[in-house]
């Protein structure tokens, strides 16, 4: 289960079929704060933490608070539970009174918040627990909520959530509309995907999965995590440089040029044999000073006949970067498409305007097409707003995929890769949000598929490129170049564990 991702209704029907089993749901709640509270143990141990403050709302969850208030107190922690009044559940009045029993210091927590000070000071305590809400919040928090969360966010010491920072959508990894800013997460029984995209890495922390129960048949994952170490196929001794593929880049409308050159030098940096860049001519010299090994052909001087017979000649071709929107760029991609579309024994990526046009000109994608759109992107592939993609990265990525076909890459934060399934990559940073990332990942998804094919897969590519921008961001994330990229992607093509 550890690579694994599931809908929180998918963990709330599973638990049901295991209460369905005569297990207990009270027996459950104890296991999983047990647990926690032994995992807690060590690390506040090993951190001098004694005073801790556990945050107790209305349902379920506020049960495994109280257990893991009770807990720490038998092992001589100072506890004190801020609680709102209990909910309808049993398990969690049965939760609520064994911390009773144990002398745990419980307040109301309706205290901590006043018309005139939301802001109160509070005691110190040198741990926080977050066990307010659980995955099953889908609603705006109200004002009052929100106050709750800010203050917690606000106070000094250790911040701990369980099962999900509250106020982050369980499936979506949305703030709604603001979450607890956790140091670890402590998720139970098995990863919600909220933890890995969108938002997520602003609230999550270092994530503990909690694994209590086996999974049954009727569990079904909904994405996998993908893999952060790759280890790429070796080398044959006697290869040259028409065993390792050759990369076609094209794209370079007059006025940009940069993003083909960065494509290019990622797909060499990745161990392409050969690598082409079609542009405009008036790049040619810059590409040639910058990477002499680069071969040029003038964009202008290509006929129909003549991107045939050059398409005979590749294995992988990038497609859009840099290519305008103007009259000039439609003409060229309409030149282009459907060759590439028709040609199954290439690699496609398409990528930057390639994806302006495709939304214009809607098609089906062959199989052999690999799509790397930004939320912006998505949206125009969608006729929506990019708001409307990151509310639910997953749902949009099924969207692209069932309306268009193909292979598909929606960039960001959690990045989410569909193929036949569907991959979250966990690597990546904030650092990589800068121009030119993307020509550099289409570069190394030509370049990689041109040489192994089918023996890697496309979210191991985008692990590789993600691995690369965290080896780039070691001395800080601020002032990231996507130029700077070539040597870590050369680092992580060639690590053999």
Request: charged share 15%; glycine share 10%; hydrophobic share 45%.
């Amino acid at each position: 289960m550890q690579g694994l991702v599931y809908h929180s209704q998918s963990i709330q029907a599973w638990e049901q079929r295991w209460f369905a089993q005569q297990n207990s749901s009270l027996g459950l709640m104890q296991q999983a704060a047990w647990t926690i509270s032994q995992q807690l143990v060590e690390q506040f141990k090993q951190n001098q933490i004694q005073k801790i403050a556990i945050w107790c709302g209305q349902g379920n969850n506020a049960g495994d608070g109280y257990y893991i208030a009770a807990f720490l107190k038998q092992q001589g922690f100072r506890i004190t539970v801020y609680a709102t009044e209990l909910g309808q559940s049993l398990d969690l009045k049965q939760a609520a009174d064994y911390a009773q029993q144990h002398q745990v210091n419980i307040q109301s927590v309706d205290y901590l918040l006043s018309e005139n000070d939301v802001h109160q000071e509070l005691p110190i305590f040198d741990c926080h627990i977050d066990a307010l809400f659980g995955i099953g919040l889908n609603r705006v928090l109200d004002q009052n909520w929100q106050g709750i969360i800010q203050l917690f966010n606000a106070q000094t010491g250790l911040k701990v959530s369980i099962d999900i920072p509250s106020g982050l959508q369980a499936n979506t990894g949305q703030a709604i509309p603001c979450a607890i800013q956790a140091q670890h997460t402590f998720t139970i029984l098995g990863y919600k995907a909220g933890l890995f995209t969108g938002q997520a890495k602003q609230y999550v922390g270092q994530l503990h999965l909690v694994s209590l129960i086996p999974a049954d048949v009727e569990l079904k994952p909904l994405a996998h995590l993908s893999p952060e170490k790759i280890v790429l196929p070796k080398r044959q001794a006697f290869g040259h440089k028409g065993s390792y593929g050759h990369v076609l880049v094209v794209g370079g409308h007059a006025d940009m040029g940069g993003a083909v050159i960065m494509s290019a030098e990622a797909a060499f940096h990745a161990g392409a044999g050969k690598v082409s860049v079609v542009c405009h001519a008036k790049h040619h010299q810059a590409i040639l000073a910058r990477a002499p090994n680069i071969m040029v052909r003038d964009i202008l001087g290509l006929d129909q006949a003549a991107i045939q017979q050059l398409l005979t000649a590749v294995d992988a071709v990038c497609f859009g970067m840099g290519l305008g929107r103007d009259e000039w760029a439609e003409a060229i991609y309409l030149q282009w498409f459907n060759l590439l579309n028709q040609n199954s024994h290439l690699e496609v990526v398409l990528d930057a305007d390639a994806l302006w046009f495709l939304a214009k000109n809607s098609e089906q994608l062959g199989a052999h097409i690999y799509v790397t759109p930004h939320s912006g992107e998505a949206a125009t592939l969608l006729g929506c707003t990019a708001a409307d993609i990151e509310q639910d990265r997953i749902a949009a990525i099924q969207q692209l995929q069932e309306k268009y076909a193909g292979q598909w890459v929606l960039k960001g934060a959690g990045s989410l890769i569909l193929e036949d399934k569907l991959f979250i990559c966990t690597q990546g940073n904030a650092g990589m949000g800068t121009g030119g990332m993307g020509d550099v990942l289409a570069g190394m998804i030509a370049s990689l598929k041109a040489q192994f094919h089918q023996q890697v897969a496309l979210h191991e590519i985008v692990s590789l490129h993600a691995r690369a921008g965290d080896l780039l961001a070691r001395n800080g994330e601020r002032g990231l170049q996507a130029h700077d990229m070539g040597k870590m992607i050369y680092r992580v093509v060639n690590q053999e564990d």
